[in-house]
């Protein structure tokens, strides 16, 4: 397989639609393999020959003795204080609880199923103490969710389910019935994740742009479709007002010529109504990108801002977002998933800067000197758990992709020896991955203050 043909697959890997945060998305995931497996059947998607789930048997509370859910410290953090689509409430234990009334096929866009009936169901799981949670003190920073469900029989028997979700958020690795394997992950599958991620590590930026020039069609349609997709979920910010109405307030400001109507306000606005409304719990899909819903709102939209304002050129704008999408990909192959860092900048952001240079014409220097502009202008910003401020948050982002690209384009550039910028892209994340892994103590006291409140 060719170096280009791994950095594809892995863009078609890393885009796929999630309704919600991924990470309670992924825990909900985890607690709907585990009953379902416990009542013998697996989804399809794990190409496992045994009957897959089509529709849902009804489910009563009285069914489920308990739900165990033992997390990774990142994930407990991201699904902490994140309303859980169709529910109003928030956390990992209601996305655990859903979980089970939901259709595993779906994937990331389980809590599509969300249902009024369910949040019946869900309270009473949850005040009768049957829905418990593990924060694991691992030392790896990758995802790590184990679901056991417990059902009971018509006999009186229990039933007992157990799924393990490990390193993203799909990669499903053992699913037992009663003690009996029914799934377990094959090793050249993992492999051949980690091959082509640890391909995409090593390409190059100009590799990387020649890759995005030559994009095949199909995943042409792809990009179409996600930005379809996040636009509408900006529509939805705007139009509904839901979360902290960062995006409408924004956009009013502009409406009043308070704030001027550019680019940057334009991205801005766009970027932070799209995250209002997926972090509030609307039941609204956005395309995710590496694992995380508001990387691909960031990757996508602050780049279809600028295009707007800019005279919009279709087949440039595909090619500037599906660059930003492998730019997102290729920082979270040497950052991994989750980390102290917030994800939207330092990955999703970084992306963003370079579609924008590139939508504007920037040749490879310019692309290369506007992530450098970025990662020096956002790199200390941590992630405090997934919440409705990261409107908030996202806003200083897409502000600062448009801003640093447009001074990469004005011949402004971060010299590589100046703090941690690196000689070039690889390099620069390196440094970023060492800042990162050194923040431990940072990532303790961040849970501290967030649990405790």
């Not at 090619?319 to 860092?341: D, E, N, Q, W």
């Not at 550039?413 to 000689?423: A, D, F, L």
């Amino acid at each position: 397989m060719s170096r280009s043909k791994s950095v594809l697959k892995i863009l078609r890997s890393e885009l796929e639609p999630s309704f919600g945060c991924t990470e309670p998305v992924a825990v909900g995931l985890a607690t709907s393999i585990a009953y379902n497996a416990a009542k013998g059947s697996l989804p399809s998607w794990l190409h496992v020959q045994l009957t897959p789930v089509t529709v849902l048997d009804d489910i009563t509370q009285e069914s489920i003795e308990r739900i165990v859910i033992d997390l990774d410290r990142f994930t407990y953090r991201n699904g902490l204080d994140v309303e859980i689509p169709g529910t109003g409430k928030r956390g990992s234990l209601v996305a655990a609880a859903l979980g089970v009334f939901c259709n595993p096929n779906k994937r990331l866009s389980i809590f599509e199923d969300s249902e009024t009936e369910n949040l019946q169901r869900i309270e009473a799981l949850l005040e009768a103490d049957r829905v418990r949670l593990n924060i694991l003190n691992r030392k790896a920073s990758s995802i790590y969710i184990k679901a056991k469900v417990l059902t009971k029989r018509l006999n009186g028997f229990s039933n007992e389910g157990i799924a393990i979700i490990e390193d993203s958020h799909t990669n499903v690795t053992s699913v037992k019935r009663n003690g009996r394997v029914l799934y377990k992950k094959e090793n050249r599958d993992h492999k051949e994740l980690c091959k082509n991620m640890k391909i995409l590590a090593a390409t190059g930026l100009e590799e990387i742009i020649d890759t995005v020039k030559k994009l095949p069609e199909e995943y042409q349609d792809l990009i179409r479709k996600s930005m379809r997709m996040n636009l509408s979920a900006a529509k939805v910010g705007i139009s509904k007002k839901p979360g902290l109405k960062v995006g409408y307030t924004l956009k009013r400001l502009r409406d009043e010529k308070i704030l001027g109507n550019d680019m940057i306000n334009h991205a801005i606005a766009l970027t932070s109504a799209a995250v209002d409304t997926r972090m509030s719990g609307q039941i609204v899909p956005v395309m995710s990108c590496a694992g995380s819903g508001n990387q691909g709102l960031t990757a996508t939209l602050p780049i279809m801002a600028v295009a707007e304002r800019q005279g919009w050129n279709e087949d440039r704008v595909v090619r500037a977002v599906a660059l930003s999408y492998l730019i997102t990909c290729y920082c979270t192959s040497h950052l991994g998933y989750l980390s102290t860092l917030c994800g939207g900048a330092i990955k999703a952001g970084v992306g963003a800067a370079a579609g924008i240079a590139y939508y504007l014409g920037g040749e490879l220097q310019q692309v290369d000197s506007a992530m450098k502009n970025m990662m020096e202008s956002i790199t200390g910003l941590i992630c405090d758990g997934a919440k409705t401020s990261c409107a908030i948050k996202l806003t200083v982002v897409s502000g600062a992709a448009v801003e640093s690209a447009l001074l990469a384009l004005n011949s402004v550039t971060t010299p590589s020896q100046s703090g941690i910028n690196g000689k070039n892209l690889e390099e620069t994340i390196q440094n970023i991955k060492r800042i990162s892994e050194s923040m431990t103590e940072t990532n303790e006291a961040i849970l501290e203050i967030i649990s405790g409140k």
